[in-house]
C-alpha cells in the first residue's frame, strides 16, 4: 500500500539553489531558498566516517553510494535520495519524509550533456531532465516532450542581486505541475542536481 504524502516544502515553483563551502569537501551542503529570497530548507548529503576513508582513493568515489536529504528549516526530512553502489549508470531511489518510495531516477550520460529519467513508484516515466552540464542549461519535460520546467544559473529580478556566483542555480517549475508526490519526485530530482552530477 503506498502512504506516500505530499509535503508542503514543494509547494514552491522556484527554488534558488545555494552552495554552502566548507572546510573539508567529504559531504556537500546547499541551503535553499523561495523566489522572495527567504531561506526554506537545506540539501545535505550523509557519509560515514567509512565513506570518507573511501573518497580519497581515486576513481572509486564515483561507485560509492551516497544518500541526500531534503530538510526543511526545522531541520525535518522532506525527501531522500539514495544511490547504491553501482559500477556505470545508476539508479537512484527518492522517498518521502516516512522511508516511503515516490520515484526513481535513471541516470544516462553522453560526455557533458547528461539526463536524467525520472519514474515514480511504478516505473512509469514522468518526467526527463536533459541538458548541458558544461553551460548549466537544463530543460525538464513531460512524458509527452512538454516543457515543465527548467535549470538554469541565469535568471532575473530580486534574486538575481542576492545570488552572483557560480555554485548557484535556479529551479523553475510551471504552476501547472500538479501538487502531488510526483512534483515531489521531480523537485527533488531537480534541486539535487549538483550533488548528483559531481558524485558521476
Known amino acids: 500500500m503506498n502512504t506516500a504524502k505530499y509535503s508542503s516544502f514543494f509547494n ?13 569537501k567529504f ?7 523561495n523566489s522572495q529570497g527567504e ?13 570518507k576513508v573511501l573518497r580519497v582513493i581515486g576513481d572509486i568515489k564515483k561507485m560509492m553510494p551516497f544518500t541526500l536529504e531534503i530538510l526543511d528549516n526545522n ?3 522532506q525527501a531522500t535520495i539514495n544511490r547504491g553502489w553501482t ?3 545508476s539508479k537512484i531511489i527518492i522517498t518521502d519524509s516516512n522511508g516511503v518510495e515516490i520515484g526513481k531516477i535513471q541516470q544516462k550520460f553522453k560526455l557533458f550533456k547528461p539526463r536524467f529519467i525520472i519514474m515514480d513508484q511504478y516505473e512509469q516515466t514522468i518526467a526527463e531532465i536533459n541538458g548541458d552540464w558544461k553551460a548549466w542549461d537544463f530543460t525538464i519535460t513531460d512524458p509527452n516532450a512538454m516543457s515543465i520546467g527548467t535549470i538554469s544559473k541565469k535568471w532575473n529580478g530580486a534574486m538575481k542581486e542576492i545570488f552572483t556566483s557560480a555554485d548557484k542555480y535556479v529551479v523553475s517549475i510551471a504552476e501547472a505541475v500538479a501538487e502531488d508526490t510526483r512534483k515531489m519526485a521531480i523537485v527533488s530530482t531537480a534541486i539535487t542536481i549538483d550533488m548528483v552530477l559531481k558524485e558521476r
Open 39 to 51: 531561506e526554506i530548507g537545506l540539501i545535505q548529503q550523509k557519509v560515514s566516517t567509512f565513506h
Open 87 to 89: 559500477m556505470f549508470m
Open 27 to 33: 559531504s556537500n551542503a546547499y541551503k535553499v531558498f
Open 12 to 24: 514552491y515553483n522556484e527554488f534558488f539553489i545555494d552552495e554552502k563551502v566548507g572546510l573539508f
Open 75 to 77: 531541520g525535518v526530512v
